[in-house]
């Protein structure tokens, strides 16, 4: 009776220490999910992982449309030096006929009047492709917003991943969350441990690889009457301040400007209509800068508008066929500006 009653007493304590510990481990995973953790075998990760993964799931979406935008660019590239490399062709030829006029007779002199006749319908077709047809601005501005689209995700995808490995951390130094664990991994006879998984690990160093393909540099700015001022060097040689506007189309300078980085506008240069602040629309000429900087970034045949020289006090402004060429970001209340620039050839494959 003794034994027997021994035998009771002991399974109704073993009885009793399993329910103690089945109600602990409940309490211990209520605990660690309230807390945004989820098993997944004998690791307990952060729900927010699921955000690394689609977010590096959609990055190879943005890096095909960025390549297509590029090849795009491209295409129009080799449009436009084609319709250079032919007005370049018509206009020696022209120079040739003109400086042989002077001793043909009647008959080949009419001959050349009426080639030299065709140079120019031709060389006005060509400037109307080359500087009034919107499609090239129109594949630039693709090109910039599929590379802006791109960078903005690397960069949104950085903080997320770098808020979970903040939070990881938090909760690797939470005595709560260690006590639970060792509950867990004592009732369940088995090491379970706290993340991350080794898919946010090997995300995290994908995403390190596709980080390299893209470039930053933070450029102070000058305020001035609420305006930004950017410090621009043309053709290495000439540095001013431009007025930061994103609204514009291109680069706009005044003449004086202009003329001191080397560009002035003939009459067969083609024109545009330019809006300016005061409501006002003058008829501007549309140029070609070589060499355009700002910091180390640099972007070569920069479209741009030459005003004509009465607007001597008009400001030059950095609009968007430079900006355009990367992804930027003001910070208004640091007054700064930055530029990233992607690789040719980007990594999110």
């Known amino acids: 009776m003794v034994l027997r009653a021994f035998g009771l007493a002991g399974i109704s304590l073993a009885l009793a220490v399993g329910v103690v510990s089945g109600n602990d481990s409940q309490d211990a995973a209520s605990l ?21 993964n689609r977010a590096l799931r959609d990055v190879r979406n943005l890096d095909r449309k960025v390549k297509t935008a590029r090849k795009a660019a491209a295409r129009m590239a080799r449009i436009l030096e084609g319709l250079d490399d032919e007005m370049e062709s018509l206009k020696r030829r ?11 007779d009647a008959r080949r002199h009419n001959q ?20 009034t047809s919107e499609e090239p601005a129109e594949v630039q501005t693709a090109l910039a917003a599929a590379t802006q689209g791109y960078i903005q995700h690397i960069l949104d995808t950085r903080r997320a991943a770098d808020e979970v490995t903040k939070d990881y951390k938090e909760l690797a130094g939470d005595l709560e969350i260690t006590a639970a664990l060792t509950e867990l991994s004592r009732a369940q006879e088995q090491s379970l441990t706290l993340g991350p998984s080794r898919r946010f690990v090997k995300g995290v160093e994908h995403l390190q690889r596709l980080e390299k393909a893209i470039h930053s540099e933070q450029i102070s700015l000058r305020r001035r009457a609420g305006t930004f001022l950017v410090p621009v060097n043309f053709n290495g040689k000439v540095t001013r301040e431009l007025i930061f506007d994103s609204g514009a189309s291109a680069v706009s300078l005044p003449a004086a400007l202009a003329a001191e980085i080397g560009l002035t506008p003939s009459p067969s240069d083609p024109t545009t209509h330019v809006w300016l602040a005061d409501g006002s629309v003058i008829q501007a000429t549309v140029m070609t800068i070589p060499l355009t900087r700002v910091g180390t970034f640099e972007a070569r045949n920069v479209r741009c ?3 004509p020289p009465q607007y001597k006090n008009a400001p030059a402004l950095l609009g968007g066929s430079f900006l355009n060429r990367f992804g930027y970001r ?12 992607l690789d040719d050839d980007s990594t999110g494959r």
């Open 94 to 104: 022209r120079r040739q006929i003109g400086e042989q006029l002077p001793r043909l």
């Open 305 to 307: 508008i030459v005003l």
């Open 32 to 52: 660690l999910e309230a807390r945004g953790l989820d098993r997944q075998g004998t690791v307990w990760i952060l729900k927010a992982e699921s955000k690394l």
């Open 112 to 131: 050349a009047v009426a080639t030299l006749n065709q140079i120019t319908v031709r060389l006005a077709e060509l400037h109307e492709l080359k500087y």
């Open 330 to 341: 003001i910070d208004t209340g640091a007054a700064t500006l930055t530029l990233h620039r």
